[in-house]
């Protein structure tokens, strides 16, 4: 009964590979998102999706792909690791509704590049 | 630039004692206001939300926070904590019809039996 599920949970990769995470909701919302945390564990939105059209995209490296299938997935690809992309990362989904919204959070993904 | 302030980064308590953590942003316009948990090794978890209406919110846990507009704040409470309080909170800020969380940079409360 998962509502926000990521894969991989953990990832220790190599500088300049190319890595995939993916995320999945069973809430029937119709947003997801991408949220970075960093090793002082401030958290930052990187991207957001509304029923696959991206909505929100916050300066982040063009290494730094979404790919939204449908509604109920998006995926987050890495090209070209660098050591500053290690972190946490936590997909999160939301229903859209005027005035704002509740987002759920994913268990993270720990990235780590060597 | 929209932001928000934790300005407790650490807190360590003895069970039963009180706890308020703080919580300032910076956004002139409507806001939606929420507090998310940590617990250690897992997700982020809503204690609780203000969105309009009653500027005192009570959420999961028996806590509890304050919205006051005219100070830009919404502060964290629990009258008594337990030792399973333990964790990082981090409060947001949703500007009014957008979907963009900002979070500020987290508390990170221990209690101690």
């Known amino acids: 009964d998962t509502a926000v599920s990521q894969t991989p949970k953990y990832l220790v990769t190599q500088m300049g590979n190319d890595k995939s995470i993916k995320c999945e909701q069973n809430l029937g919302h119709d947003t997801m998102y991408w949220y970075k945390q960093d090793s002082k564990k401030f958290l930052k939105i990187m991207f957001s999706y509304n029923n696959k059209e991206l909505i929100i995209n916050e300066t982040v490296p063009n290494r730094f792909s979404p790919k939204s299938p449908d509604k109920a997935h998006l995926n987050l690809h890495i090209n070209s690791l660098e050591l500053g992309d290690s972190a946490v990362y936590f997909c999160?989904?939301?229903?859209?509704?005027?005035?704002?919204?509740?987002?759920?959070f994913g268990p993270g993904t720990r990235l780590t590049v060597t | 630039a929209q932001s928000v302030s934790q300005h407790n980064h650490h807190v360590i308590l003895s069970e039963a004692a009180s706890l308020e953590l703080g919580c300032n942003y910076s956004?002139?316009?409507?806001?939606?206001l929420f507090w998310y948990v940590q617990y250690p090794g897992q997700h982020l978890q809503l204690l609780l939300k203000?969105?309009?209406?009653?500027?005192l919110v009570k959420g999961i846990k028996g806590f509890e926070a304050e919205f006051i507009k005219s100070k830009f704040s919404f502060n964290l409470r629990k009258p008594s904590v337990q030792w399973s309080d333990t964790a990082e909170y981090f409060c947001a800020v949703m500007p009014y019809n957008t979907d963009k969380l900002i979070f500020g940079t987290g508390t990170r409360l221990q209690v101690f039996p």
């Open positions: 999160a989904s939301s229903q859209m509704r005027a005035g704002g919204n509740e987002q759920y």
């Open positions: 203000y969105f309009s209406g009653d500027p």
């Open positions: 956004y002139g316009g409507t806001v939606n």
